[in-house]
């Protein structure tokens, strides 16, 4: 069981997705804006906020870094009516987890949910190190020397992926094979995930190899 913030302006939308987590066994909270969802964090984290961008109060895009740096174990699954890719990709780099586009399958938002748990139970406490760098499994968080950097859900992923196998040229495949399960995603998502993670690591530390995949440089 998860406890999650549904922040949702339209009702019948928020009534739908609320009662299909219940169903899934999760405790479940809602807020219609961006003041009701820090009133409600305020009170304590969550585990997962399902946070709809566009609110009555504003662009909740714009609240990601401040939720990410009030909660910073909550994973945040963006409902976007926004299809086009720059600003999906703008929501994962701003601390977004996962995006689903409206309209949706509720049902799909559970799968994502029940993934999310998934992977999360499977993170036993523990650090892997290579050359400067640190991850801390338990925490999401990668330091490089004694300098935090605070990873999303997907990129802790695929580091976590590379840590573990320090040696081994990963294709896109793979990747995408491993991170996003059985997840409907391009290999188009994988690259740009590894530009956000280079922007966080800087060049040298991942490396592409040409026709090949992605390594820990």
């Known amino acids: 069981m998860a406890h999650i913030l549904v922040v949702e302006d339209e009702k019948d939308v928020s009534d739908v ?59 945040v699954i963006v409902l976007t009516a926004l299809r086009e890719d720059r600003d999906k990709i703008l929501g994962l780099e701003m601390g977004a987890d996962d995006y689903v586009t409206k309209p949706f399958n509720p049902r799909e938002l559970v799968a994502r949910v029940r993934a999310i748990i998934r992977r999360t139970s499977m993170f036993a406490e523990r650090e892997l190190v290579h050359k400067d760098m640190k991850l801390l499994v338990n925490e999401r968080t990668l330091l490089i020397g004694d300098e935090p950097v605070q990873l999303s859900s997907k990129e802790f992923e695929i580091l976590l992926l590379l840590f573990e196998n320090p040696k081994k040229v990963f294709t896109r495949a793979e990747i995408l094979d491993t991170v996003w399960r059985d997840e409907d995603r391009s290999d188009r998502i994988v690259d740009v995930y590894m530009s956000l993670l280079r922007k966080k690591l800087g060049k040298e530390r991942l490396v592409t190899i040409h026709g090949v995949g992605y390594k820990l440089g």
């Open 17 to 75: 997705v609320s009662r299909y987590l219940k169903l899934d066994s999760h405790e479940v909270k809602t807020a219609s804006s961006i003041q009701e969802m820090y009133d409600e964090l305020e009170k304590g984290c969550v585990d997962i906020i399902i946070l709809d961008l566009m609110l009555p109060d504003g662009d909740a895009m714009d609240e990601l870094s401040s939720i990410r740096f009030m909660c910073p174990k909550t994973f």
